[in-house]
């Protein structure tokens, strides 16, 4: 049978545990300090950042074409096909960095797919392409597949203050200020697009998590679905709750948010995502 790799990057939420297990390629994006001090963010990194992240004052930016290609090349070396599914193009050069990286390189055995999602998003999306590899699916496939799969994806999640998409540009000052005063809390969703969009408001955290459970619960949602739960340091007193009674209802596998997407985002919300059966 032949061979295709998984490559992901730091935009995911992959552990360092899990990309041992399915031997993830995985591809660093950087971390920068206001200092100018340049770290990579390697899966083993987590939560022992979350004090840096939350005063704000940190910023991300790309991984080198050098980092891409050494991946794809080590890829190559061990596997028959790599298949990369980079941070939504929406939200990151990489996607783009990819593609130039592979026609370089002037092969056909790696296929960069545009993701259009993030953290959890994306280890859903590779979850399920994960089973489809150990079925056989054939690497001609693979993007086919992935179309399928993404179609039928749903990521909902709400924060519960919207500072850190203000600084980075992901929402407009006008809905920051009008969200804060009036204590409303967007439903968000990752769009076909791969952009953040605010679905529907709601005032206070509590109603927004009962609009998600609603959409949730109309959903067929099986083994295939592979529900997941991204956190942080939520405040709102109903978060761990909810989080913990999608585990028990459907299996959903809760991870703590890795430091790119947080610094993004901030510490402080819940999203679920997982494919619709």
């Not at 490559?7 to 950087?30: C, Q, R």
């Not at 940190?58 to 074409?65: G, H, I, M, R």
Request: net charge neutral.
């Amino acid at each position: 049978m032949l061979k295709i790799r998984i490559i992901v990057d730091s935009g995911s939420n992959f552990t360092a545990e899990e990309v041992e297990k399915y031997d993830l390629g995985w591809i660093p994006l950087h971390i920068v300090y206001p200092d100018g001090r340049i770290i990579d963010d390697e899966p083993h990194l987590g939560q022992e950042l979350y004090d840096d992240i939350a005063t704000g004052k940190l910023s991300t930016s790309q991984p080198t074409p050098e980092k891409i290609r050494t991946v794809f090349e080590e890829t190559l070396s061990r596997y028959d096909y790599g298949v990369y599914l980079p941070l939504s193009s929406a939200l990151s050069g990489t996607y783009m960095a990819a593609k130039m990286v592979v026609s370089e390189m002037k092969t056909d055995r790696i296929k960069v797919i545009d993701s259009r999602q993030i953290t959890i998003g994306i280890d859903v999306l590779v979850m399920r392409i994960l089973e489809e590899i150990e079925k056989g699916v054939d690497f001609c496939r693979i993007e086919e597949l992935f179309n399928d799969i993404r179609s039928r994806q749903r990521f909902y999640f709400l924060l519960e203050t919207l500072e850190h998409l203000k600084r980075g540009g992901r929402i407009g000052r006008a809905k920051y200020v009008v969200g804060t005063m009036l204590r409303v809390v967007p439903l968000l969703v990752i769009d076909d697009d791969g952009y953040i969009n605010a679905s529907k408001k709601a005032r206070g955290v509590k109603k927004v998590i009962k609009m998600i459970d609603e959409y949730v619960s109309t959903d067929n949602i099986g083994p295939s679905s592979h529900m997941h739960v991204v956190l942080g340091r939520p405040k709102h007193k109903d978060i761990w709750p909810f989080a913990h009674k999608l585990q028990s209802e459907y299996g959903a596998k809760i991870k703590l948010v890795r430091p790119l997407t947080a610094i993004h985002v901030g510490i402080w919300g819940v999203g679920v995502s997982y494919i619709v059966e």
